[in-house]
């Protein structure tokens, strides 16, 4: 029974181990008042295991240990093509709103695409050995990256080269932007360090005693931390600490994966006083919990829907409805953009775009392919 769009609230998009990507609508049924978790579509690409997903407005990648990167129009529900730009897994993508996506890889590198082109504009090198998280500043100026070579290199979006590079002694798992800009935190195994901007140094840390395997932030100030255990934990922070403020139990095993939106309300329109945070555990759900800003501390968040994939979870990411994108990207649109060099990538091994990527990798006809409802 098809679903009816006025009723979506979110997309949900994950990746498994089973070599699959799964998306899912979050719809929200007037009579009843409550919410529930609907599959839409499934696609069975790659070649190995899911490793990465992100999502823009309108757009969906998901990187593989197959070391390909696919891609999905995610208004069309239909697949893109493959980029095969990089020799290594695919270890992280982030997307700038709609025109630029970064991508990382075990080969080293980093590669920042034209989304409407999809075109390699530049190949990042400086890491010995793989990059294992990327983010982009909100503005768009900025790129961070950690990897297996201990280091924490920055690297300047607008002119398409190294900033500069910290050596950090141990090999980070995730670096992540809060969404304000102003700090930036790097996550050792179980160890979370925040960085001053202004001083590009550590400000204050805290040790969250389990290896952390999902990070995201709630407000500017407070993350959600999920890893090893069952629970999730929120942590506040300020100028001189990091404070464990909320923990909960959230699943029957260890965190895979979270993401963190504004609430949406039934008119499509986000709420200014509650955020909505997804989970992906190894327990194979996904769980939608709702979070009151001003009560993070006294409240636990409210479990609102929840879904058994039946699928070994690796990833996950969100995708607000057309409705709620547009009027976040009207709150917080900045007036940076990326204005990369032009000159593209090594041609060592181009990358294959569109319908052409589909045909090759599939071995069937030039066209877009429907993913699988």
């Not at 769009?5 to 949900?12: W, Y």
């Not at 990382?104 to 504009?121: H, R």
């Given at each position: 029974?098809?679903?009816d ?8 998009i ?5 070599r699959?990507v ?22 069975n690409?790659?070649?190995g295991?899911?490793?990465?997903i ?5 757009l969906?990648a ?10 999905y ?6 697949e ?12 992280c ?35 010995k ?6 983010a982009?500043h ?32 141990q090999?980070?798992d ?19 360090n925040?960085y001053?901007?202004?001083?590009a ?8 005693k ?5 990070v ?14 069952n629970?999730?934990s929120l ?34 329109k986000?709420?200014k ?11 194979g ?6 979070l009151?800003?001003n009560?993070?501390?006294e ?18 990411t ?15 649109q ?9 000159r ?30």
């Open positions: 029974m098809a679903i769009q006025d009723k979506v609230c979110l997309n949900i994950a990746g498994c181990y089973e699959t799964l998306g899912y609508e979050v719809t929200y049924n007037e009579k009843s008042e409550k919410y529930s978790i609907q599959a839409k579509f499934t696609d690409s790659h070649i295991y899911v490793k990465t992100a999502a823009s407005n309108n969906l998901s990187g593989s240990t197959d070391e390909t990167i696919h891609l129009n995610l208004q069309s529900n239909t893109l093509g493959t980029l095969l730009q990089h020799d290594g897994t695919i270890t993508l982030c997307f700038h709103a709609d025109s630029h996506m970064i991508s990382s890889s075990e080969d080293g590198t980093l590669c920042v695409w034209d989304t409407n082109s999809w075109d390699c504009m530049k190949t990042l090198k400086g890491h050995g793989g990059v294992n998280s990327i982009i909100p503005s768009g100026k900025l790129a961070l990256s950690v990897g297996v070579d201990k280091t924490l290199r920055t690297w300047n979006l607008l002119k398409g080269r190294a900033a500069y590079t910290t050596n950090i002694k090999a980070a995730h670096v992540l932007w809060s969404p304000d800009g102003e700090l930036y935190i790097v996550v050792i195994e179980g160890v979370i925040v001053n901007i202004t001083t140094s550590i400000a204050c840390t805290t040790n969250c389990k290896r952390i395997n999902a995201t932030f709630i407000t500017d100030r407070v993350v959600a931390v999920g890893g090893e255990g629970n999730i942590y506040e922070i300020t100028k001189s600490e990091v404070t464990c403020i909320h923990d909960f139990e959230a699943h029957d095993n260890r965190i895979k994966g979270l993401k963190c939106v504004p609430a949406c309300t039934v008119s499509g986000p709420s006083s509650h955020r909505w945070l997804v989970s992906a555990s190894s327990d759900y996904i769980k939608l919990w709702s009151q800003i009560k993070l501390q409240e636990s968040p409210s479990l609102l829907a929840e879904i058994s994939t039946t699928a070994r979870l690796t990833c996950v969100v995708r607000p409805t057309v409705k709620a994108a547009e009027a976040e990207k009207e709150k917080t900045t007036k940076v953009t990326m204005a990369l060099d032009e593209k990538a090594s041609p060592k091994q181009p990358a294959v775009k569109r319908t052409k990527a589909l045909s090759e990798h599939k071995g069937g006809k030039s066209k877009k392919k429907k993913m699988k409802p």
